[in-house]
């Protein structure tokens, strides 16, 4: 299936910023893109009837999507799916249930090529005529593609050559193709206009070929097997261009194409299993070219491929079968972006994935089992940066160091037999000491003190007949005084200070008789502010502790007075610009804490957050406040405490984030990890574009019934879309109508009742 060429769309536009780190994540893995998809999900009926493979994808004036498909026509609002199907007693419907293409033409007119003969849609009725004059139902008239030239000519190809209709829709005027005169006419399986309006048709058996409708002559290229500059294949079904003005054709088994503008040669691809970069299959069914310049390849069962010209190759999205977000099959079928510059891909047998532009703002990370230089494991438990720039990732099974100049992830994993690695694979907490030495706390196995120049690790364990010992191997937090001392909260062991000249660790522990001991040996969170002092969160509630006095002030337990703080499990902590401490709690909201009247205010209302359980913070360099909850993130303004919630639908790897798995970079990257992987964005890039987007009412209910156009007592005299007044009587005193607004992702659509 191919089209005329398409001006760039009205699409979601980003603030655009040099960010080294996101590009170098971007180029995550050995030619496999990560890319989030969501699946369309039919609603009950349909998927008991059955559309299967997708055809077709389109999008009309009014912003519906409309899928073709082998069984029948569909339109979609992004909640609800209309279908329509062929009835041989209806003149106004569909003559077949077999969609080929689709296509709006430049009055915003859309057509339908079927297997039987070509529809135009008529929005007021909501039904359909047939534009074949002289031809009944009982005759086939197979329409196999259609185009549009700048003149609004519509193309259509046939299976004995191509036809055109004029902008004014009056007649068709019908052309055979042959070659060397030969009787048999050829078929013609794909027709395209470019940006020169040239007409392109991909034909079965003669290659690819040009039309000019003012001398009405055909100009062929065929492929020769000798000349390997030649097309790659005589049975061309795809047809596109790129930004560059280069045209790509796709052959069914035979591979790709691409004639530079110019040029007379083609450079042909094909799918070289030695290759990482070649196609991935040389079935091609489709080729689309985005806004972006991207050009996007729709193969047989190689997945979705993406032209790479740094490599002239192509990097690819499958499907991954631990993954529910990726593609849900590598049998690509058609492709199509919608005016928002969103991705939608339809499959075969069946379904339709729809990739969120809006999405990209988030760069995402989860284990690849079939990818070693993938994270570890999809559970991100801790972060930390390196004065060396490295980025540690500690997972639930093992640590990971990104590799910035290949993309890829070094893993650091627990060996039992070998004295210099780790000695546990889940990692709590990640700290550099005042050495530049990096120190890895873990569940179980105490810390580990790495050293850069051998990549040996070595291992402090709790030792139960040595008092120098770390008192817990469960090290949950560090934190560095303004001395560059090392402290360590752990699990029932309290706090720990390193002595650098000992290599010993001193405890602090909890003591029942001392109101001046820490609260609770069980320490989840630390944080140093800018007094020196080290908050602490723990299973008994707060603390704050003097490392140069080595006092404890603990927290009062209370619910009435501000100065006192009512919670008792802190899970992380944030000192915002203004010198306020910003607590998290497990089931009870956030805290901030104002050091000039040592007072608390509470945030907790379940109806503003997302989630109580609050794992996280981070201030950007905006000086907005992100907030992590196992319900996604909230992006909090101080001065005001507005709050913008962003979730799984809006691209993040997952909703549910863990304890302190969070970090801001020099540059200003934001890094959330969580259950499911870690998202990576820079604040400036969340700058979306306002502009008010249509809605529109897409169903009108009485007493909860569809009203249907033209039935009996019916208010509706054509398409409620269309309809800018209804003149009901007292009879429709209970009515309804169902809206979306175009642009918005599939499942959010709503409705009113009066």
Same mark, same amino acid.
């Given at each position: 299936m191919?089209?005329?060429?398409?001006?760039?769309?009205?699409?979601?536009?980003?603030?655009?910023?040099?960010?080294?780190?996101?590009?170098?994540?971007?180029?995550?893995?050995?030619?496999?893109?990560?890319?989030?998809?969501?699946?369309?999900?039919?609603?009950?009926?349909?998927?008991?009837?059955?559309?299967?493979?997708?055809?077709?994808?389109?999008?009309?004036?009014?912003?519906?999507?409309?899928?073709?498909?082998?069984?029948?026509?569909?339109?979609?609002?992004?909640?609800?799916?209309?279908?329509?199907?062929?009835?041989?007693?209806?003149?106004?419907?569909?003559?077949?249930?077999?969609?080929?293409?689709?296509?709006?033409?430049?009055?915003?007119?859309?057509?339908?090529?079927?297997?039987?003969?070509?529809h135009a849609y008529d929005p007021r009725n909501d039904n359909f005529t047939a534009y074949l004059p002289g031809r009944t139902r009982d005759h086939n008239h197979r329409v196999a593609a259609l185009a549009v030239d700048q003149q609004n000519n519509l193309i259509l190809a046939l299976d004995s050559g191509i036809a055109v209709i004029p902008p004014q829709r009056d007649r068709i005027d019908n052309f055979t193709v042959r070659q060397f005169q030969r009787d048999d006419p050829v078929s013609v399986q794909a027709v395209f206009v470019d940006r020169d309006n040239t007409i392109w048709l991909g034909t079965k058996g003669a290659g690819t070929a040009t039309f000019d409708l003012q001398t009405q002559e055909f100009r062929f290229?065929?492929?020769?097997?000798?000349?390997?500059?030649?097309?790659?294949?005589?049975?061309?079904?795809?047809?596109?261009?790129?930004?560059?003005?280069?045209?790509?054709?796709?052959?069914?088994?035979?591979?790709?194409?691409? *004639?530079?503008?110019?040029a007379t040669s083609f450079k042909n691809y094909r799918y070289n299993p030695a290759d990482p970069t070649s196609i991935s299959d040389n079935a091609i069914w489709d080729i689309y070219t985005d806004s972006k310049g991207n050009v996007w390849v729709a193969t047989d069962h190689g997945g979705l491929a993406r032209y790479n010209s740094k490599t002239d190759g192509f990097d690819y999205i499958r499907h991954q079968a631990y993954n529910p977000n990726s593609l849900s099959s590598n049998q690509i079928r058609v492709l199509y972006e919608d005016l928002q510059g969103n991705l939608w891909v339809g499959l075969f047998p069946n379904g339709v994935n729809y990739y969120n532009r809006a999405g990209e703002q988030f760069v995402n990370f989860r284990h690849q089992p079939d990818n070693p230089g993938s994270l570890s494991h999809s559970a991100v438990l801790s972060f930390f940066q390196d004065r060396h720039g490295t980025l540690w990732v500690g997972t639930e099974d093992g640590?990971?160091?990104?590799?910035? @100049? @290949?993309?890829?992830?070094?893993?650091?994993?627990?060996?039992?037999?070998?004295? %210099?690695?780790?000695?546990?694979?889940?990692? *709590?907490?990640?700290?550099?000491?005042? %050495?530049?030495?990096?120190?890895?706390?873990?569940?179980?196995?105490?810390?580990h003190r790495f050293d850069h120049s051998t990549g040996h690790f070595k291992q402090y364990s709790f030792q139960e007949k040595n008092a120098a010992s770390i008192s817990s191997n469960i090290v949950w937090s560090m934190v560095t005084d303004q001395r560059g001392r090392l402290w360590l909260g752990t699990e029932g062991g309290g706090l720990n200070l390193?002595?650098?000249?000992?290599?010993?660790f001193r405890h602090f522990k909890h003591n029942p008789g001392d109101s001046q001991s820490i609260n609770s040996d069980f320490i989840w969170t630390m944080m140093t502010d800018r007094q020196g002092y080290i908050w602490i969160g723990t299973t008994g509630g707060l603390a704050r502790f003097d490392p140069e006095t080595a006092q404890f002030e603990n927290f009062a337990y209370g619910t009435e007075d501000p100065r006192t703080f009512p919670s008792e499990r802190v899970r992380s902590f944030l000192e915002d610009d203004k010198g306020r401490i910003w607590i998290g709690t497990q089931d009870d909201g956030f805290y901030i804490f104002a050091p000039e009247s040592a007072t608390f205010t509470h945030y907790g209302d379940k109806n503003a957050l997302p989630a109580l359980y609050i794992t996280g913070f981070v201030q950007d360099h905006s000086g907005a406040v992100w907030a992590s909850t196992t319900n996604g993130l909230i992006q909090i303004q101080p001065d005001t405490m507005a709050m913008t919630l962003y979730n799984k639908s809006h691209g993040l790897v997952g909703n549910n984030f863990n304890r302190e798995a969070n970090f801001i970079s020099t540059d200003g990257t934001i890094y959330f990890g969580g259950t499911d992987g870690f998202s990576a964005f820079h604040p400036d890039n969340l700058q979306r574009e306002t502009r008010l987007l249509p809605m529109i009412i897409t169903n009108f209910r009485i007493f909860n019934q569809?009203? @249907?156009?033209?039935?009996?007592?019916?208010?509706?005299?054509?398409?409620?879309?269309?309809?800018?007044?209804?003149?009901?009587? %007292?009879?429709?005193?209970?009515?309804?109508?169902e809206f979306f607004r175009a642009g918005i992702p599939p499942g959010a659509a709503s409705g009113i009742c009066l």
């Open positions: 191919t089209r005329a060429a398409q001006g760039k769309p009205n699409t979601l536009r980003l603030v655009l910023r040099a960010l080294v780190t996101l590009l170098a994540f971007s180029c995550l893995s050995s030619y496999g893109l990560e890319m989030r998809f969501d699946r369309v999900q039919l609603d009950e009926s349909l998927r008991d009837q059955g559309v299967g493979a997708i055809k077709a994808i389109t999008q009309d004036k009014i912003g519906f999507i409309w899928i073709g498909a082998e069984y029948g026509l569909v339109r979609y609002d992004g909640k609800q799916f209309t279908r329509y199907v062929a009835n041989p007693g209806d003149p106004n419907a569909l003559f077949s249930n077999y969609i080929n293409d689709m296509l709006v033409d430049r009055d915003g007119r859309l057509w339908i090529a079927t297997d039987k003969a070509l290229f065929r492929r020769h097997r000798d000349d390997l500059s030649t097309i790659i294949s005589d049975n061309i079904i795809a047809i596109n261009q790129d930004l560059q003005g280069n045209l790509w054709f796709g052959a069914y088994s035979g591979g790709l194409s691409r *004639l530079e503008q110019g640590l990971n160091a990104f590799d910035h @100049h @290949h993309g890829l992830f070094r893993r650091y994993m627990r060996d039992a037999n070998n004295p %210099h690695a780790l000695q546990a694979n889940p990692i *709590l907490s990640i700290h550099e000491d005042r %050495h530049g030495t990096l120190w890895v706390g873990t569940w179980s196995g105490g810390v390193y002595d650098e000249e000992t290599d010993s569809p009203v @249907h156009i033209g039935a009996d007592n019916s208010p509706l005299k054509g398409a409620i879309w269309l309809t800018r007044e209804l003149t009901l009587d %007292h009879t429709h005193n209970m009515f309804s109508f």
